[in-house]
């Protein structure tokens, strides 16, 4: 994402105000309903002020080549975002789809959107004291202005894992996914708990399945609504999986050539997760020629 977070700059109310005055700078519009995207192949972006009144609290979201860019919650500005103060060819596109249809880049923008309008929205009182916040910070920071607190956009993190073994991965699928999907198994971080920590007792809790050597791949921000995707790949000395804690409906191996197949959409194999997720790229560069098995 090609955007300047402005995080010095941001920290000067007046700064901030200027980029809200300034010709240049635009605004994304987020809805409950997914976020603004124009005819083309990107989000939509606004000139400010918005042609409409009460239009929320911008927030700062950074600096591109043409501006500063802002979030404006629609709802909060509209209610249920009504259509015919939107342009006519802009649609609001939820963020799944923003993932599969818009390139990379715009994707991206999108989700650091959304994820701070949501963020906003969920915390306009103080956790300590339950006075009303306020924006500082363009947006970055909610203030307290009885007690003083801070409070800043929290990111929750997940382990999302490759577990291997024999040149098979283990996979599982949860009730409510379509038919034949599996993926990588995954779970929230616990209070105190390293990322690798959390990778072994995950894929214990949720397979029986005892996991070694976690190492770190990468990482995928995944406002739904909060969450920071770590993937990571492990190792196994075997043994059979066995679904356990009620979260999965099955998990099992699949050897090399299932993975493969289902890559390619053969059939054969799992139904995999979708092109945009983590965990699919997990998959696929485990299944890359070349890459040996444990
Ligand atoms: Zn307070």
Redesign the pocket.
Known sequence: MALDRASAERKDPAWVRAQLAASGSRAVLVGRDGIAVDGGRSVARTPLPVPWPQAGEPILLGVGGDGALFALDLDAALGAPAAGELRRDWRLVGLRQVGAELPRAEGGLAAYAVALVNWHRRHG???????A?LVVEGGYVRR??????EHFPRTDPVVIMLVEHDDRLLLGRRAGWPPGRYSALAGFLSPGESAEEAVVREVREESGIVAREPTFVASQPWPFPSSLMLGFEARASGGEPVARDGELEDVRWFTREEVVAAIADEGGGPLLPPAESIARFLIERWAEPGRRGA
Do not use: E, L, Q, V
């Open positions: 009182f103080c956790a300590n004291c339950g006075a916040t307290c202005p009885r007690c003083g607190s």
